[in-house]
């Protein structure tokens, strides 16, 4: 089955430090990637749709200055929290679909802990 | 009022019972319904997806989509201590996998042994 990879699965450092995050599908190419983000004992939320050759497209509220998104290739997206701060603690997850009409495979996810 | 409801749990129930989780929508739109199961710690795994209204089987698991009552519920047979995660309801109003998905909040479910 389609297999997202996640990368890394844990950070921890310090405020004020960038963190980049990468999603990757390693059985299948993916247009379009999503990133989502979960805190503690609530649901997914979209962040922005990452689109490979293209700009990423964010949700409103999510600022795109601070959360860069990178899709260079079919196979990789990138997340990157630019100074990030301790309200930037989270667990981010990516997910991708090969094929538009079939569901989205989730990655591990990356917990982030700014201290 | 949020655009998913997923009643939190959490739910607690010996094994083999039969498990009953639904979600209820208010966005008409939506046309693909998936269930997710999301170990501690872990990403979502599919379990199940249903494009329209309409019911489907896969092993110990059911799914049923209601799109007249806005109503989609996953059943789980002879339930097991592994299944014991949160699930969470997903909807996307176009072809699944270029749409955003909308989560439910997730229920978290407990199997006795």
């Known amino acids: 089955g389609a297999v997202v990879s996640q990368h890394p699965s844990r950070v921890i450092c310090k405020s004020g430090t960038s963190v980049k995050i990468e999603c990757r599908s390693l059985?299948?190419?993916?247009?379009?990637m999503f990133w989502y983000r979960q805190f503690p004992k609530q649901s997914l939320m979209l962040m922005a749709t990452?689109?490979?050759?293209?700009?990423?497209?964010?949700e409103q509220g999510v600022e795109k200055d601070k959360f860069l998104i990178n899709h260079a290739s079919l196979t990789l997206s990138t997340l990157t929290v630019t100074s990030a701060h301790p309200e930037d603690s989270s667990f981010y997850i990516c997910?991708?679909?090969?094929?538009?009409?079939?569901?989205?495979?989730f990655g591990d996810g990356t917990r982030l802990s700014i201290l | 009022q949020k655009e998913v409801e997923q009643d939190p749990g959490p739910l607690s129930v010996p094994e083999g019972a039969i498990v009953s989780l639904n979600c209820t929508y208010s966005?008409?739109?939506?046309?693909?319904f998936m269930w997710y199961r999301q170990y501690s710690r872990k990403g979502p795994e599919l379990l199940m997806y249903t494009y329209s209204s309409g019911n489907k089987e896969d092993g110990r698991f059911t799914a049923q989509v209601d799109k007249s009552s806005k109503y989609i519920s996953l059943f789980i047979r002879d339930s097991q201590p592994s299944d014991s995660a949160t699930y969470l309801c997903a909807m996307s109003e176009g072809r699944q996998g270029a749409q955003k998905l909308v989560f439910g909040q997730g229920t978290r479910l407990t199997i006795n042994p």
């Open positions: 059985d299948f190419q993916a247009t379009t």
């Open positions: 997910s991708a679909s090969g094929i538009s009409n079939q569901p989205q495979h």
């Open positions: 966005n008409s739109a939506f046309q693909y």
């Open positions: 990452s689109n490979e050759g293209s700009k990423a497209t964010y």
